[in-house]
């Protein structure tokens, strides 16, 4: 049983160990790449293209965008930009620049956030990691001048692109293939229906053998009802030292 526990910790640690918080632009190409905290890059740099946009979608009514990641591009009256706001009759109005760049994690995604548009436009696009030809979908205006979209591409799954585009080795499946994350969650849940395994088939055993009811048909039930007690003081023993040390320093007292 004291496996069981310790594989609950090592797992905990491994799923948690998998999350990733931060996406830090890299300075050689700040809109360009940033690296994940596991040392993976995300990297757009062969999607973008060097003078003109890469992608066009129509934004409903009278209005469609224009976005590249990477590169600058102008078209129409928007110069410079990374997303542009066309008009039906031609007139364009920056939505986000090259220059004003952030990348931020939302759950497994990663969002490049384009500031620096007219009227302080900005331009949200989330990354999907994904297939094939690299598409990209208007999402809508979330709130005054902050216009999503969405951007699935191969190269918006973690390590798979470089500068030259997918890498020799991305015919893995874009689901990660031995993505950490991915083993993680099926590592939780072979370990879930051992457990459930565990319990039914313990339980089965002490009804059936040994005739026990009640909460006697409860496998190793003394261990089960001391966890609790267990936890509180593997707890303690560990931080009552701090705790000691932080009660000393407010008392004034030190040791001799």
């Known amino acids: 049983m004291k496996l069981t526990i310790v594989m609950v910790l090592l797992l905990g640690s491994y799923v948690s160990g998998q999350t990733q918080d931060s996406c830090t632009a890299l300075p050689d190409n700040p809109s360009c790449v940033c690296s994940l905290q596991d040392g993976r890059n995300i990297d757009l740099r062969s999607v973008g293209k060097s003078s003109e946009p890469a992608f066009s979608v129509d934004g409903g009514g009278k209005w469609s965008y224009t976005y590249n990641p990477c590169y600058p591009y102008s078209t129409g009256s928007c110069e410079n930009v990374a997303i542009c706001q066309l008009e039906n009759g031609g007139q364009g109005r920056a939505v986000g620049t090259q220059k004003d760049v952030k990348f931020d994690v939302v759950g497994t995604d990663v969002l490049i956030t384009y500031s620096g548009g007219v009227d302080k436009r900005e331009g949200l696009v989330t990354l999907k990691c994904g297939s094939g030809k690299s598409v990209l979908k208007f999402d809508g205006e979330n709130e005054s001048y902050k216009y999503s979209f969405t951007l699935t591409s191969q190269c ?21 293939g031995s993505d950490p994350g991915v083993v993680g969650i099926v590592l939780l849940c072979v370990f879930f229906v051992a457990v459930v395994v565990y319990f039914v088939a313990g339980m089965v055993i002490m ?21 609790p007690f267990l936890v509180k003081d593997g707890i303690l023993f560990t931080f ?16 001799m």
């Open 156 to 176: 918006a799954c973690p390590g798979k692109c470089d500068a030259d585009g997918p890498k020799s080795d991305a015919s893995e499946s874009d689901s990660g």
């Open 207 to 227: 009804r059936v053998k040994y005739d026990k009811t009640g909460s006697d048909i409860i496998p190793q039930k003394e261990f089960w009802f001391q966890l």
């Open 240 to 255: 009552s030292p701090c705790i000691a040390y932080f009660v000393n320093r407010k008392s004034g007292y030190s040791s």
